[in-house]
């Protein structure tokens, strides 16, 4: 799986995981150390110029070297990572490589859906739909 740096999944045995904080996986060792992260887009505190594509070619080149990625999971604002509404574009780019690629696309919208960005679920500002999204 991809998953991006900030991200809190959970912390059951099946998704600590992809849960990007430590200080949860410090009393439960069992994760997967398969999952691949990335920076979120965050334009403040971003590594790159153009935060957005250069994060979306990275996923890009990510799934073009790596044959085992099963898929994407993401928060479509990230939460415990400091709430950060990422770029305009940036789910569309994620539906736009899982398509392309044969991904699932994962929105993991415990915090940001049922209507607390104004509309019942946060993917529908950017007008796509997740293979999956968890609530």
Known sequence: MIAFEGSYHGITSGTLGITSSSRYK???YFYDNNVIRVPFPYEYRCPF???LNEILSLIEYIVKTHEDIAGIIVEP???EGGYVVPPNGFLRGLREISD????????????SGI???GKIWAFEWE????DINSD
Not at 127 to 130: A, C, R, T
């Open 26 to 28: 410090r009393f439960n």
């Open 49 to 51: 110029k153009d935060c």
């Open 77 to 79: 604002i990230l939460g």
């Open 100 to 111: 392309k690629h044969g991904l699932i696309l994962i929105l993991d919208e415990i915090q």
């Open 115 to 117: 209507g607390r960005t």
């Open 127 to 130: 007008g796509i739909s997740p």
